[in-house]
């Protein structure tokens, strides 16, 4: 006998679902702003973000990128990466070459700790649940150096550096929960990532060739380094664009002559929602202002987004030094780990992992925000 017919296809219900959240969104958006005026406020505000955060966040990626390959050109991150290497284990439970993961991540991105993952030299000082830990690890300090000069340049280096020390606590929660979750759900994982045995010492940091003269390698470096600051800052620009003008559109309210469809105005439902529980923000992260939420909202998916609401807060007068330090805590701990650590796990091999690392790094990202407000308020009282 066969089957029935199937009147209605998956895809046409995706389809039919889709435009029902889409019209669900819009429609109203458009009935408070004006249908006009809410498409030219959705343009503007993208033409903006392109013209005065884009490029601005790329130049600092540039010049990040510049420096932070003269650091690896010059033996600096070889020397950094020895300095903490004995801290590694008492506080991470990882080996210590884990802390070259953690400076290439710090000055790049998230990603680059699978390079290093999939390393055989490198994996071989880990045990199998400290491998994957490293998707945690890592992820917490992605962007760390664009992040925190970007703060220090809105005015509040006290307030960044007090949120680099919050996500380095953050960090520490995020690996330990994972190492702890995985070896309580896959015992199996405790035993050596790799079949090769660890060289005598834990040196494996590549010594940069110097048949170049001095000049020569300067030169290389800053251009090469810049290059990467370029890919580094188109890769955010759709995250910027797409996710921040939806932000900003439910963030941020009319302006003083109500909507006229200029950039950065909106329907403020998202600090309307924040404000029902607006005494756990003001506890938690000292939030005055429930527009501030968008930031760890938006950095959820993508940390050079929620850099983008920065210009925006800082003309609206609601960017401060405990705002910044929280901001660095979470921006960095949190860096879009909804968009990498599922394709990071996959790379590894694990998926089974997925879950356990998302649910950490969420717990963790709120530790972070929270150590970076205390602290912003006991640094505060001391000086």
């Known amino acids: 006998m066969a089957s029935p017919k199937k009147f209605v296809s998956r895809s046409t219900i995706e389809a039919l679902v889709f435009l029902a959240l889409f019209f669900a969104i819009f429609i109203p958006l458009?009935?408070?702003?004006?249908?006009?005026?809410?498409?030219?406020?959705?343009?503007?505000?993208?033409?903006?973000?392109?013209?005065?955060?884009?490029?601005?966040?790329?130049?600092?990626?540039?010049?990040?990128?510049?420096?932070?390959?003269?650091?690896?050109e010059f033996g600096v991150v070889s020397a950094l990466e020895k300095l903490l290497r004995p801290l590694m284990k008492p506080i991470y439970n990882l080996p210590g070459v884990a802390a070259l993961g953690a400076l290439m991540t710090f000055l790049s991105d998230n990603p680059a700790i699978i390079s290093f993952a999939k390393d055989k030299t490198f994996s071989s000082y880990f045990k199998k649940y400290q491998l994957l830990s490293l998707?945690?690890?890592?992820?917490?300090?992605?962007?760390?150096?664009v992040v925190i000069i970007t703060m220090i340049s809105f005015g509040h280096a006290g307030g960044a550096l007090v949120g680099l020390a919050g996500a380095v606590c953050g960090s520490v929660i995020s690996t330990r929960i994972m190492q702890r979750s995985c070896l309580k759900s896959?015992?199996?994982?405790?035993?050596?990532?790799?079949?090769?045995?660890?060289?005598?010492?834990?040196?494996?940091?590549?010594?940069?060739?110097?048949?170049?003269?001095?000049?020569?390698?300067?030169?290389?470096?800053?251009?090469?380094?810049?290059?990467?600051g370029v890919e580094l800052g188109l890769a955010i620009i759709p995250g910027v664009l797409i996710i921040t003008t939806m932000v900003i559109l439910i963030t941020f309210g009319p302006g003083p002559e109500g909507y006229t469809g200029a950039a950065n105005q909106g329907v403020p439902l998202l600090p309307w929602f924040a404000g029902k529980i607006h005494w756990v923000f003001e506890w938690l992260f000292g939030f005055q202002d429930m527009r501030l939420i968008a930031f760890p909202m938006t950095a959820l998916g993508a940390v050079g987004a929620?850099?983008?609401?920065?210009p925006t807060f800082n003309a609206a007068g609601i960017l401060d030094g405990n705002a910044i330090a929280v901001f660095t805590a979470i921006g960095m701990c949190w860096s879009g780990f909804l968009s990498t650590h599922t394709a990071m796990l996959d790379t590894l091999g694990f998926r089974k992992a997925i879950s356990k690392a998302l649910g950490a790094h969420a717990i963790a990202g709120l530790c972070a925000g929270i150590i970076a407000h205390f602290l912003y308020l006991l640094v505060s009282l001391v000086f």
């Open 30 to 72: 458009g009935y408070k702003m004006g249908s006009g005026n809410m498409l030219n406020t959705i343009m503007n505000t993208a033409h903006n973000l392109l013209l005065n955060t884009v490029f601005y966040l790329m130049g600092i990626t540039v010049l990040t990128g510049a420096l932070s390959k003269l650091m690896s």
């Open 186 to 228: 896959f015992p199996e994982l405790d035993t050596p990532a790799a079949a090769q045995e660890p060289l005598p010492t834990e040196d494996i940091t590549p010594e940069p060739e110097k048949k170049d003269g001095y000049f020569l390698r300067f030169l290389n470096a800053i251009l090469d380094g810049g290059k990467n």
């Open 306 to 310: 929620a850099l983008g609401l920065l």
């Open 135 to 145: 998707t945690n690890f890592g992820t917490a300090f992605g962007m760390g150096f």
